[in-house]
């Protein structure tokens, strides 16, 4: 069961302290209460989506590209991906590290359509994980591998610290790291986490390749080493 605090349950429902005060007192909320502070469960209506980190998951391309189609997910599994995604990963950094920007978040069907038409380099659908469960024209799933993938910066912090943060106390799918001057690629799964890390270096032409990578509890050590 997904449980919030009052910030996170707050910009999901949008509401102030004391509207949320009342919906407890109301009984209009299931809560429970921690020490001085209450965790809340998220209402049928609403998603996890909803909350600010969910909605630029979906809503990353506006800022970048002219596509003006709707990018919400089809398929059920890719709901439930994205909001893995949202629960098990940029929500908990959210609280120890600070809030992560999103620079490339889930791709639909159509939005990844445009982007292969209108610059295609450095993007790999079939395997990059961020068009989640969706399928093609043709009915076959756009990345074989499911789950659900974003790249991110966290302003003022190291992406090294991050890969260790989450190598450490996350259920992370993958994750590559391109350097502390590039954003994050991680990526979740819903039954069959891989926990694997990818380093990837830098050829003298500027094309990235990959270097380092491991696994599990070696995944660890890698990150000590970044």
């Not at 809560?31 to 909350?51: A, M, R, T, V, W």
């Not at 990818?198 to 390749?209: A, D, H, I, T």
């Not at 990959?210 to 970044?226: D, F, N, V, W």
Request: charged share 20%; net charge positive.
């Amino acid at each position: 069961m997904i449980k919030l605090n009052s910030d996170e349950i707050k910009a999901i429902l949008k509401i102030s302290d004391c509207q949320l005060m009342h919906l407890r007192s109301e009984g209009g909320i299931e809560f429970e209460k921690q020490g001085s502070s209450y965790l809340y469960s998220i209402p049928s209506e609403y998603s996890l989506l909803d909350h600010p980190l969910g909605k630029e998951l979906i809503n990353w391309h506006n800022n970048k590209h002219s596509f003006k189609h709707s990018n919400k997910p089809i398929a059920e599994d890719s709901k439930a991906a994205l909001e893995s995604m949202v629960h098990q990963i940029l929500l908990p950094l959210k609280r120890q590290l600070g809030s992560p920007s999103i620079t490339y978040g889930f791709t639909s069907f159509t939005l990844k359509s445009y982007i292969q038409k209108l610059s295609s380099s450095g993007t790999s659908p079939s395997l990059d994980q961020h068009s989640a469960y969706e399928k093609n024209s043709a009915g076959k799933q756009i990345c074989s591998r499911g789950g659900a993938a974003c790249d991110f910066y966290i302003k003022g912090v190291s992406t090294s610290d991050i890969v260790r943060l989450i190598v450490n106390q996350f259920n992370f799918d993958r994750i590559y790291y391109y350097g502390d001057d590039r954003p994050l690629h991680v990526s979740i799964h819903l039954t069959d986490p891989q926990h694997h890390l990818q380093l990837m270096n830098v050829s003298e032409n500027g094309r990235r390749y990959p270097s380092k990578r491991a696994y599990g509890e070696q995944a660890k050590q890698l990150a000590e080493q970044i």
